[in-house]
């Protein structure tokens, strides 16, 4: 079954990538997810330094060294938690990113993090084209990942029960993207 929704999600993908060689304009999906990002020539890194809200994941792929995934010829979706959502952990957070050994760090960055670019559209169409509503992706980490629509807006579950919403506009950097999550996808 989650192969079928890998498959499903990543034809997706390849649809909306044909359909964007036609030269038109994407149209809004009305499903509260960010328009349709465009690589651009800065690294993704680069981007999440000078976006708003993003901070804390920004300083933290610098600090783990993951940040050097982006420079590779890999594409990568960054599932991105907001500065809110590590405010929210109160001083787990503040172990967690403050900690001179960055092991945790990682992992849970890791777990965020979808090989592929995939736009907020791309798993949009994948969650519709389902049977039962839903899409399973796997992390880097071997994590798998649930993606549904509450309401107007894409949800995203990890097996902890964990659970956030895509917020804001996606950024494209390099040949991965970024998608804000108002939540951190592992239970600290």
Do not use: N, W
Request: charge should be negative; glycine fraction near 12%.
């Amino acid at each position: 079954m989650r192969i079928k929704h890998l498959a499903i999600a990543l034809l997706g993908g390849a649809s909306l990538a044909t359909a964007a060689c036609s030269g038109g304009t994407p149209e809004d999906t009305g499903t509260g997810a960010a328009e349709l990002a465009t690589p651009e020539t800065e690294s993704l890194p680069a981007l999440l330094d000078d976006a708003d809200g993003l901070q804390t994941v920004a300083e933290a792929i610098k600090e783990t060294g993951i940040s050097g995934i982006f420079e590779g010829k890999g594409s990568y979706t960054l599932l991105a938690p907001e500065d809110a959502a590590f405010a929210a952990l109160g001083d787990s957070a503040k172990e967690l990113t403050g900690s001179e050994d960055h092991a945790a760090l990682a992992a849970l960055l890791k777990d965020h993090l979808i090989p592929g670019y995939l736009t907020p559209q791309d798993i949009s169409a994948a969650i519709d084209a389902s049977k039962d509503g839903e899409v399973s992706m796997p992390t880097v980490s071997g994590e798998e990942l649930i993606f549904t629509r509450k309401g107007d807006s894409i949800s995203v579950s990890a097996p902890d029960g964990s659970e956030a919403t895509f917020d804001g506009e996606a950024l494209a950097g390099g040949s991965s993207i970024a998608i804000p999550l108002t939540g951190i996808l592992k239970k600290i």
